[in-house]
């Protein structure tokens, strides 16, 4: 159940058989059961319904990592970081194998602004074999380190995630955006076609559509982009964004 946890955060979360914690060919048990049920609330974002579940899983087995560690997910989401953190320590101190609760405390390092002891955290679960995804880390890790202002440092980390799942969404937007910084518009331009043959468009790939079609000279291909996002997502701070820039009402 850890893997599945570990994809919580990464937005991608397939199935799996449901099994115990520490014995995947074991029932699962009363706190697992609540886990995983907390999880999918999460994912619903019945956020009070799920912190029932997990509260409730983590007195039903205070020693069960993956517990803890969906719990501090959940904190983090809710803003209440000092539990958040709290929380994935314990996950940690319960299981040092569990590589995806290094994944999420990682990234949860990253977004509080420890970027250093967040990559610490990615290189537990990218390094080893154990851990059958090791681009969402090494994509984290990327991510982390490009939203610090250091997007040479997050490359070769996006492109090892690449190498290893070629078409793995948020590695290939990241590289779009380490491009656009790099002013490697052809780049950006691959990048992003990559991923939106994937996962298709949204407000933050259009606008970077828009900044890179402008950049390559293509003004009409960018007030079409611009036109797409006020058409489909008139809503969203990108629409503002193009309408400003194309000067729009």
């Given at each position: 159940?850890?893997?599945?946890?570990?994809?919580?955060?990464?937005?991608?979360?397939?199935?799996?058989?449901?099994?115990?914690?520490?014995?995947?060919?074991?029932?699962?048990?009363?706190?697992?059961?609540?886990?995983?049920?907390?999880?999918?609330?999460?994912?619903?974002?019945?956020?009070?319904?799920?912190?029932?579940?997990?509260?409730?899983?983590?007195?039903?087995?205070?020693?069960?990592?993956?517990?803890?560690?969906?719990?501090?997910?959940?904190?983090?989401?809710?803003?209440?970081?000092?539990?958040?953190?709290?929380?994935?320590?314990?996950?940690?101190?319960?299981?040092?194998?569990?590589?995806?609760?290094?994944?999420?405390?990682?990234?949860?390092?990253?977004?509080?602004g420890h970027t250093q002891d967040a990559l610490a955290r990615f290189e537990v679960a990218y390094s080893t074999?154990?851990?059958?995804?090791?681009?969402?880390?090494?994509?984290?890790?990327?991510?982390?380190?490009?939203?610090?202002?250091?997007?040479?440092?997050?490359?070769?980390?996006?492109?090892?995630?690449?190498?290893?799942?070629?078409?793995?969404?948020?590695?290939?937007?990241?590289?779009?955006?380490?491009?656009?910084?790099?002013?490697?518009?052809?780049?950006?331009?691959?990048?992003?076609?990559?991923?939106?043959?994937?996962?298709?468009?949204?407000?933050?790939?259009?606008?970077?559509?828009?900044?890179?079609?402008?950049?390559?000279?293509?003004?009409?291909?960018?007030?079409?982009?611009?036109?797409?996002?006020?058409?489909?997502?008139?809503?969203?701070?990108?629409?503002?964004?193009?309408?400003?820039?194309?000067?729009?009402?």
């Amino acid at each position: 159940m850890s893997a599945l946890l570990g994809t919580v955060a990464a937005c991608t979360a397939p199935e799996r058989r449901p099994h115990a914690a520490n014995d995947p060919y074991g029932e699962l048990s009363a706190a697992d059961v609540y886990v995983q049920k907390g999880v999918r609330y999460m994912a619903q974002g019945a956020l009070e319904v799920a912190l029932d579940d997990l509260k409730h899983a983590v007195e039903l087995d205070p020693a069960n990592s993956d517990a803890h560690d969906a719990l501090a997910i959940l904190y983090e989401k809710l803003g209440k970081t000092e539990e958040a953190d709290r929380h994935f320590r314990e996950a940690l101190s319960l299981n040092p194998e569990n590589y995806s609760a290094f994944n999420n405390y990682g990234r949860f390092l990253c977004n509080t602004g420890h970027t250093q002891d967040a990559l610490a955290r990615f290189e537990v679960a990218y390094s080893t074999p154990l851990y059958p995804q090791p681009w969402i880390p090494l994509s984290n890790a990327g991510a982390c380190l490009r939203r610090a202002g250091r997007p040479a440092e997050a490359e070769p980390y996006l492109r090892q995630a690449l190498e290893r799942s070629p078409n793995y969404p948020p590695a290939l937007l990241e590289m779009a955006y380490v491009s656009l910084e790099a002013r490697q518009y052809l780049s950006t331009r691959a990048f992003l076609q990559r991923y939106q043959a994937i996962a298709g468009d949204t407000p933050e790939t259009l606008w970077l559509g828009v900044q890179t079609e402008l950049a390559l000279g293509d003004a009409a291909e960018a007030r079409r982009l611009a036109d797409r996002i006020g058409t489909d997502f008139p809503d969203s701070g990108e629409a503002v964004q193009a309408r400003r820039l194309f000067g729009k009402p």
